[in-house]
Structures are given as C-alpha cells and as structure tokens.
C-alpha cells in the first residue's frame, strides 16, 4: 500500500507542528515549557480523544510515545496547559486550517469535495459548546435571567466546513468564536460572527469558489449583500413564517402562471419542484433580487417541503443539483457539531475555562484535530483501511489509544499498520537445554 507522506498522519502532525512554531509567544525567554509543545500537547489530547485533562496528564508517566508520535519534548502537566493556553491568542491557530487544505489541495484531493463544476459547498452553522452558572471568563457570554436571578455564562462558535452530497467527510476550516469582542461590554452574536468570518475566508481564501450554504436566519439582505461583496455565491434556506413577503409574491406569481413546476421520479422517490427567477427577497430591500426554489420530496407516503433562494439562476436542469447542495447544509450539524459532540471528541465537555482564551483555545485546538482526522479520511488510505477493520469511529480512536498506552511507537503510520493489518510478532523458540 502506498500512502503520500503528507496526507498521512505523520506528515499532517510535523506541519501542525511547524505551524504551532510560528504562534507568538509572548512569555519571558526563561520558559521551562515552550509554547509549540503546550499547543501540540493540547492537540494531542484530542486526536487521542482523551476524556478529561487529567487522563491526559496520566500520560507524563510514559511519555515515549507522545515524544515519537506527536513530537512533543517536554510534556506540561494539565495546570501547566492551562496557564500557557489561557494567554494565547486562538487566531494564531487559524493559519493551521489553511495548511490542512492546502496539503489537501496539493494531493489533488480536496477535487473530491467540488460541486457543481468548479465550486465548494461551505455549511456554515452557529453552535453552543458551554454553559455555566459559576465558571466564566472575560470572554463569555452572558444573559441574565430576571426570574431566577441568575446569570447564565456561555460559549458559542460559528463553524463552517465544506461539505459535498454525496461524501461523509467534511473539512473544517477555522471557527469563528461567539464571544464578547475586546473592549466591549456587550455580547456578540451570531450576525456579527458571520461579518467576521467571511471577512477572514476571504483574506485566507481570495479565490476559491465557494457556494455558502446556510438556514433561514441568515437569509436576510444584509447578510446576502455580504455574500456578493465577498464574490461568494449562496444557497440559503427560506421559511414561510420568516419570510412572509416572499412567499405571498411567490404565490400570488403561480396563480398568474409567472413561476415553473414540475416533477421527476428517481428510484421510487417523487420530486418535485417549483421556482421562479428573479424575485425581491423582502419588501424593505427591493434591491436585493434573488431566485426561489421549492422543493417536495414524496417517498413512500411521506412528504418532505423544503424552499431556499439562490443566486443561481434556476433552470429545471440545475433544480435537482442545486436542492442537494442546499440540503448538504444539514452536514455542519450532522457530520460536525453532532461528531464533536457524540463521537469521540467531547465537544462539551469543561478542559478548562480559564480567564481569558483557553475555552476558545481548546474549542479550536479541537477543530483543528477532527480537520486532520477528516484530512486522513479523505485522502489517506492507510486510515481507511484502519477503520474499515475496526468498523466504527468509536472503536478506532480505542484501539488507538490502548496501542499508544502499551506499546512504543515509532509513528502514526505505525498505529493504523497496526490496526490495519496487525502486529508482525516474533516467533519465540525455547530451546531445552538441559
Ligand atoms: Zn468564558
């Protein structure tokens, strides 16, 4: 079998681990433990999936593998981790996404994610990870509850990934923290995230394609007007209740026989279709055009409605295309949120809070080694054959670990060989000598 050096794990760790050279340190020079192997250790706690902080910390007894394997030299302990990531800034971390699909695209592999033609599906989500009554940071959001009298501290992300209809892996690329923005007392919200984010896509992406897939919130022309100005085209959702004016245009133009319907059927399943071209999104934003599509799926009794608008222009040949992209939309919550969440990751579990970055440290540390776990399911296939043998996520990051905690490694390479095709072992011969 052969497997590209820098799609494999081992090549994908050395370039985080470059990476976090780069981050800036700003402790005094007489450092017992230097900032690359604070950040490495931080993503080795989650591409080993480890539980707590303190599992992590158990590995220091035997510390030979996180030495061979992830290239960490001096190990903090989970107090130590905490200090030193509580003070760095988490967009150093952010140019690590872009090395993950640069390498991809270098292999030629993130070609397996584009749709229709030359572009990239981008879901793009908001997504709560904490919650607390009692630990908070200057960071946090918070809202008072008159009632109870108490003030409830939270953390959300907005997470975008580039997803395809017809693939499991999704590729992360760098969140964007919901948190009380410096210097300000007031709380920040998803709306705002959204500026931030595409403003950062574009300067680490100038010229990819990407058509951003999102829900009804965020079809609004404020947001839409954002989209063009960042040269990015959209799939976004609409809803009756949300979108009054639209709907009653819309419908008020089919009774006038102004908008297309019509139906195919595929594998038993009945589609059906109706859109129409050209239409204001809202009364209070002529200005905004946009073009409709409504959607029915009929399977087996059962009725699915969906409806979105697009800058596309709608034909009935791309209908079927562009309701599949628009329904990949589900993949940020499904393949992303719900992994970290359930799959491994502990996606809400408390590492650490901190006073000032950590929480958002962690979440991106986090994002940043499910990227490279969705790298290597993508485009390396020794981590294929390894979880094709074990048959489940679940029980490859067990394996994983119980290998790292017995035995000394000399790679990752290695581990999934190991998994894969099982350990070569040495025939002992015992001689009777007497
Ligand atoms: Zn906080």
């Known amino acids: 079998m052969k497997v590209r050096k820098h799609l494999s794990a081992d090549g994908l760790f050395k370039m985080v681990r470059n990476g976090f050279k780069q981050v800036n340190d700003h402790r005094p020079t007489n450092i017992e433990i230097p900032l690359a192997d604070a950040l490495m250790s931080g993503f080795a706690l989650f591409s080993l999936k480890d539980p707590s902080l303190l599992a992590f910390d158990k590995r220091r007894q035997t510390p030979e593998n996180l030495k061979q ?10 107090t ?28 030629k592999e993130l070609e397996k994610m584009r749709y229709m033609g030359r572009y990239y599906l981008l879901s793009l989500d908001g997504t709560g990870y904490f919650k607390s009554e009692k630990v908070h940071c200057d960071n946090c959001l918070e809202k008072y509850y008159k009632r109870s009298g108490k003030t409830i501290y939270t953390h959300q992300m907005l997470g975008g990934a580039i997803v395809h209809p017809e693939r499991r892996e999704v590729i992360p690329l760098a ?30 992406h100038p010229r990819l394609p990407f058509i951003v897939i999102e829900d009804a ?26 979108h009054t004016y639209l709907f009653d245009h819309i419908s008020q133009a089919d009774k006038a026989g102004q908008s297309r319907h019509f139906e195919i059927e595929k594998d038993g399943v009945r589609h059906r279709f109706h859109f129409m071209n050209n239409v204001p999104l809202n009364e209070s934003n002529a200005d905004v055009r946009v073009n409709f599509l409504e959607y029915w799926e009929i399977k087996s009794g059962k009725t699915q409605h969906f409806s979105w608008v697009t800058d596309f222009t709608i034909t009935c040949k791309n209908a079927f295309t562009l309701m599949r992209g628009g329904r990949a939309r589900w993949k940020i919550e499904n393949e992303t949120f719900n992994t970290l969440k359930n799959q491994g990751y502990h996606f809400e579990h408390n590492f650490g809070h901190g006073e000032q970055h950590l929480s958002v440290v962690f979440a991106s540390l986090m994002m940043l080694a499910f990227a490279v776990d969705q790298a290597q399911q993508l485009a390396c296939r ?31 390479t290695m581990i999934w060989r190991a998994i894969a095709f099982g350990f070569h072992v040495e025939r002992v011969i015992i001689h009777d000598t007497s």
């Open 382 to 412: 020794l981590f294929q054959a390894a979880w094709a043998k074990v048959g489940s996520k679940r029980s490859l990051w067990e394996k994983l670990r119980a290998i790292f905690n017995e035995l000394p490694m000399d790679s990752m």
């Open 69 to 78: 394997v992830y290239g960490i030299n001096r190990i903090p302990s989970d």
């Open 175 to 204: 969140p964007e923290a919901i948190i009380k923005q410096d210097g300000t007392k007031k709380n920040d919200c998803e709306r705002n995230a959204g500026k931030r984010f595409l403003e950062k896509l574009r300067q680490d």
């Open 217 to 242: 919130l965020s079809a609004n022309a404020p947001h839409i007007r954002e989209l063009k100005r960042h040269n990015l085209r959209f799939i976004l959702g609409v809803k009756p209740g949300d």
């Open 80 to 107: 130590q981790m905490r200090t030193i990531l509580d003070d760095v800034n988490p967009e150093g971390i952010r140019p690590l996404f872009k090395r993950v699909l640069q390498q991809l695209q270098r292999g």
